[in-house]
């Protein structure tokens, strides 16, 4: 499966911007789809993620964007998306959406999209 | 959280040597530890799953190792395409979390 984020570019700070996420595997149950992100020199940092499957669409957020980050899912087009609200100049990072499989109760990230820059400046 | 902690950061070596990177977990994640390698630009690929079990596709030379909380990434035979940053991830537990990246530099 190949993922392509979208979305990304310049927003002020309180501003807001909605990534998307096609050719996600949202039909499957074992898998999660998610976003991490990488600020401008900095390490991977694990922003969230959704359920795949008929009965998926539960979500988990990491503390720096819980409450302000959403994550939804449209499974008609296996696409996915993160609706970033209230942005701060440290959300400044490539967005990359990738799949955490689970593999026999191991869970590991298989496919990584190329990533979407925001940069957050006034 | 758990935090990942990666040594050493960052290392040098020449084409043909063995290296090996340390990841250690603040808490128990049994085997659930995978390594990551990422090329300037480029996003993320998983090497190693399941602290030991090689991805398909990648070279044989790369080599994970360990449990608990102890976990290594060996790389034999360095080659000049090995030059990145190596990322350690535990998904035991959400949320996951990430070394900090080893950055490689093949002379």
């Known amino acids: 499966a190949q993922l392509v984020e979208s979305g990304g570019g310049l927003v002020k700070p309180g501003g807001s911007l909605r990534l998307s996420c096609s050719g996600s595997q949202l039909s499957s149950n074992n898998v999660y789809m998610t976003w991490v992100r990488q600020a401008p020199g900095k390490g991977l940092e694990w922003v969230g993620r959704i359920r795949g499957g008929a009965d998926g669409g539960t979500t988990d957020y990491a503390a720096p964007v819980k409450g302000r980050f959403s994550i939804s899912r449209d499974k008609s087009t296996d696409t996915f998306y993160l609706e970033m609200n209230g942005l701060k100049v440290d959300d400044t990072a490539v967005y990359f959406c990738?799949?955490?499989?689970?593999?026999?109760?191991?869970?590991?990230?298989?496919?990584w999209g190329q990533g979407t820059r925001v940069t957050v400046s006034s | 959280d758990i935090q990942m902690t990666q040594s050493p950061f960052p290392l040098s070596a020449f084409i043909g040597d063995t290296v090996t990177i340390t990841c250690r977990s603040s808490?128990?994640?049994?085997?659930?530890l995978n390594w990551f390698q990422q090329k300037e630009g480029e996003a993320p690929k998983l090497l190693i799953f399941?602290?030991?079990s090689v991805q398909s596709g990648v070279p044989g030379r790369f080599r994970g190792r360990g449990s608990g909380t102890d976990f290594t990434l060996t790389i034999s035979s360095l080659q000049p395409e090995d030059s990145a940053t190596y990322y350690c991830q535990q998904s035991f537990v959400t949320p996951r979390t990430f070394g900090q990246g080893t950055k490689v530099e093949v002379k």
């Open positions: 808490q128990y994640i049994g085997y659930h």
């Open positions: 399941r602290a030991s």
């Open positions: 990738t799949a955490e499989v689970n593999d026999w109760s191991t869970y590991y990230f298989d496919h």
